[in-house]
């Protein structure tokens, strides 16, 4: 499967976007979805993950709170509701499918499938 990141773009400190990670064509053959973000000359790193038995979320503790991963009831989209943005939320954000076991939902080769990406600028 495929997946389209896509509802980055430009915003102020403060406001909102609403990102979403759809599997092209087909629903979700995985366990699980991520979104990670990766900062210019930074690491990419977790963001939040669901997953799709029982719908358990995980969040990084940076965006605890501000950020919400959720998914649709037909498992083709999973979304990242982003309020309260802040310039150091800036990054391309992306989203990964697969089935991480529960310690590892934060680690970014417990994805295989990846989209490409879509990038957030938080403006001060």
């Known amino acids: 499967v495929q997946l389209q990141a896509s509802g980055g773009g430009l915003v102020r400190a403060g406001g909102s976007l609403r990102l979403s990670c759809a599997a092209s064509g087909r629903t979700f053959s995985s366990n699980a979805v991520a979104w990670f973000r990766q900062a210019p000359g930074k690491e990419r790193e977790f963001v939040a993950a669901?997953?799709?038995?029982?719908?358990?979320?995980y969040y990084a503790d940076s965006v605890k709170g501000r950020f919400t991963i959720s998914k649709d009831s037909a498992k083709t989209t999973v979304y990242l509701q982003m309020n309260s943005l802040k310039p150091e939320d800036t990054a391309v954000y992306y989203c990964?499918?697969?089935?991480?076991?529960?310690?590892?939902?934060?680690?970014?080769?417990?994805?295989?499938?990846w989209g490409q990406g879509t990038l957030v600028t938080v403006s001060s």
């Open positions: 669901i997953r799709f038995n029982g719908g358990h979320t």
């Open positions: 990964g499918a697969g089935s991480p076991i529960l310690s590892a939902v934060r680690v970014p080769n417990m994805y295989k499938t």
